[in-house]
């Protein structure tokens, strides 16, 4: 079965460092590629996704992610984060051409100190 | 920005009674899912629905859940007879053409099954 790992569970920054949150997919066929943000209290909301073409791809708010399909990874980064940024972050990936549903790894919990 | 809004925001029930979450997803979209997540956990895929009948749905989705587009723009998830298990967070989301074009997920509904 398709799993997703998300090997940081919480990471904790201070404003201005630069970040990288992992993500491994398990899955040999074609997969799309996701980040999603939840922020305390509210829904979840993509940040950035991937389905062909350069790899690297630049999302909202400064964030970008590098699919490395040798590696299976899907890496978030942010050069400089913000204290706005304190969220939970969540990979997922579906496989192309099922209906859509996305597996989702467990989380990242970011917090960023002022 | 159009949003995919659920009702109620939270819901406390007692064990054995059944719940219906209603969501009201982008009016234009034609792809719903319900997922969930449970303290501490990731978010889980329950189920996907498309041109009025479910497309997918996983192991967690049996017999006690059901869903229903009722009207043309509610789409609801209804859990038969509440087991304390079931106390989660449950997301809906739409999405306008399928998992290419990613997920719109609404606030969620938080269920406290007592």
């Known amino acids: 079965a398709q799993s997703v790992s998300q090997h940081n569970h919480h990471v904790i920054l201070s404003e201005a460092a630069s970040l990288e949150l992992g993500c491994n997919y398990s899955?040999?066929?074609?997969?799309?590629l996701f980040w999603y943000v939840q922020y305390p209290g509210q829904h979840l909301q993509l940040l950035l996704k991937?389905?062909?073409?350069?790899?690297l791809v630049k999302g909202i708010k400064g964030f970008e992610a590098e699919f490395i399909k040798s590696k299976f990874s899907f890496n978030l980064r942010k050069p400089s984060v913000q204290w706005s940024d304190t969220a939970e972050y969540f990979c997922?990936?579906?496989?192309?051409?099922?209906?859509?549903?996305?597996?989702f790894g467990k989380g990242t919990k970011l917090s960023v100190k002022p | 920005e159009p949003e995919v809004t659920q009702t109620p925001s939270h819901q406390v029930t007692q064990m054995g009674q059944e719940v219906i979450l209603r969501c009201v997803p982008i009016s234009n979209h034609l792809y719903f899912y319900w997922y969930r997540q449970i303290l501490g956990q990731k978010v889980e895929f329950l189920v996907s629905?498309?041109?009025?009948?479910?497309?997918?749905k996983s192991e967690i989705f049996d017999d006690q859940f059901s869903v229903e587009r009722p009207d043309g723009s509610n789409f609801t998830l209804k859990i038969r007879s509440t087991k304390l298990e079931d106390s989660a967070m449950y997301f809906c989301a739409s999405s306008e053409q399928g998992p290419s074009y990613g997920y719109t997920f609404g606030s969620g509904t938080r269920l406290t099954v007592v």
């Open positions: 629905f498309y041109n009025n009948e479910i497309s997918e």
């Open positions: 899955y040999g066929g074609t997969v799309n």
């Open positions: 997922a990936v579906n496989v192309r051409g099922s209906q859509g549903n996305l597996i």
């Open positions: 991937y389905f062909s073409g350069d790899p």
